[in-house]
């Protein structure tokens, strides 16, 4: 198995069709949007997938991995988990953390992954809270429009009442491709305790991260191409930049309208040679 | 009159904070970075122990627009009740969107390292006549050939940016922004390697023109 951890450049190619990839509860869950009318979706927001996609160990898609990879489920315990109960954490974590916090890193894979804020109260300040992985935000290439439709309700919406109407329950993009920037830091890794195999799990994760989390908010939400570049050396081998440019899609006709389909969208399905003879570049989706 | 060491770099992205310590648990960004933001901007790409980096000034290259940015955390820092109600933890944050800056600084010899260089520095060192020198050469390679130590963000981690590099052609100050911020946090940690947290805040900082000029370091009162 492969030990050393690459530099690496990655973007989410996301398609979303009549749902809301990531809702503004600033906005009543209406699907971000920015000023210039172009959708959001945060980083925090993909991560839970993954996350959530890890801890459930009963799940078809941890059973699959796990087994394929040979992992022990007790070193790829999820910490920022929807799971906590009262009284479970603190004083075991903070038992975890003493002597150099190896307990804690060996245990958590989302700590050794992204970072943690945990590590700050290990008093232990030669151990760093950054994660490996830095995923950045993701933006629609063009504006995106919005709908908001009434929802019926089994549950009660009304008070005395058994079901009814949400008036606006649902709120969602037509149609929208959204670019999600994501790096590998090798240099973090002998700080945070990350190790190749954390990667190699994150890699095959990325594929299922909507798939597998699908929601009513989220019947379509989907990885168009999961691009994967490996530098040649970990300080890196080009520009991360120009290679999230050349893998980006471009809208073939006005950038400035919303799109209807993926067909509006010249995709690019490699990269140009100048950067290919640079990274090993793969779609982690495969398609 | 002792040589400087000047670089400086181009950034931009979707996202950017640069929080306002005064804006508690809802951050707001300043419009420009903080003093210690710039510093790790250009650490991100090279960081040598003997080397400081001492930013001067800061072009405002992006009209400047806020935008409300919303998180959810749902880990175990959350505070009892909340754990308890399987509530999470809204951060609710004003943030500024599409910001573009170019970033000046000094690399000189750093004299805050308190006697806590590594081995491999003083080696370094031993072989090198001007380390600050070196610095701006190694760090003008890297910037050119798209290398860094880990990826600059534009103050929180997940505001990654789109662009890091030498100044593009197109690139134009935004000279219409002027504005005087009464206090700007400098440094958290101003007294070199390994030391201890001390907030140091510039008073009346100006940003005419579109340029805010760092203040020359002064020992400000906490």
Known sequence: ?287 | MTKKYEIQLEISGPTAIWTRPDSGDCPVSYPAPTYSAVKGIFEAILFIQAVEIVPCKVEICAPIVYHTYNTNYGGPLRKSDQINKGASYQLLSSVLVNPCYRLYAVAQSNVKTNGRVSEKTLAWLSRTTSAPHAYQEMFNRRLKRGQNHYIPCLGWKEFTPDYVGAFRPETRVYTDFNMTLSSMLRQVFPDGLRSEARYVFDQDVDIRGGELKYHPEVDHAQ
């Not at chain 1, 749902?19 to 925090?44: A, H, L, T, W, Y």
């Not at chain 1, 994660?131 to 919406?157: C, D, M, W």
């Not at chain 1, 899609?249 to 040679?273: C, G, I, M, R």
Request: glycine share 8%; hydrophobic share 35%; with cysteine.
């Open chain 1, 1 to 287: 198995m492969n030990t050393e951890i690459k530099r690496a450049t990655g973007l989410l190619i996301i398609e979303v069709i009549n749902s809301n990839p990531n809702g503004d509860p600033d906005r009543e869950s209406d699907p971000r949007q920015r000023p210039d009318g172009r959708g959001e979706i945060s980083p925090v927001s993909f991560k839970r997938k993954l996350r959530d996609l890890a801890e459930d160990k009963e799940g078809p898609v941890w059973q699959q991995l796990s087994q394929q990879m040979k992992l022990d489920q007790k070193e790829f315990v999820i910490l920022e988990s929807r799971d906590t109960k009262k009284g479970d954490y603190k004083g075991a974590i903070k038992k975890e953390l003493e002597d150099g916090a190896s307990a804690f890193k060996q245990k958590y894979w989302d700590g050794r992954i992204f970072g943690n804020t945990f590590l700050e109260e290990a008093m232990d300040k030669g151990t760093i809270k950054t994660g490996v992985v830095q995923f950045g935000l993701g933006l629609s290439i063009s504006p995106i429009e919005i709908e908001r439709h009434t929802n019926t309700n089994k549950a009660g919406v009304e008070e005395g009442k058994t079901a009814g109407m949400a008036p606006m329950g649902y709120r969602f993009v037509q149609h929208g491709i959204y670019c999600m920037p994501f790096f590998v830091n090798p240099s973090m890794a002998h700080k945070s305790g990350c190790t190749a195999v954390d990667i190699d799990l994150l890699k095959k994760l990325i594929p299922h991260a909507y798939a597998h989390t699908r929601s009513h908010a989220r019947p379509f939400v989907d990885l168009r191409h999961a691009w994967y570049c490996e530098h040649n050396n970990p300080l890196g081998s080009c520009s991360d930049f120009a290679l999230i440019d050349a893998l980006r899609p471009k809208k073939k006709d006005d950038p400035s309208t919303s799109s209807k389909s993926w067909d509006d969208y010249d995709a690019p399905a490699e990269l140009p040679a100048d950067l290919a003879s640079k990274v090993v570049c793969i779609d982690l989706v495969g398609r």
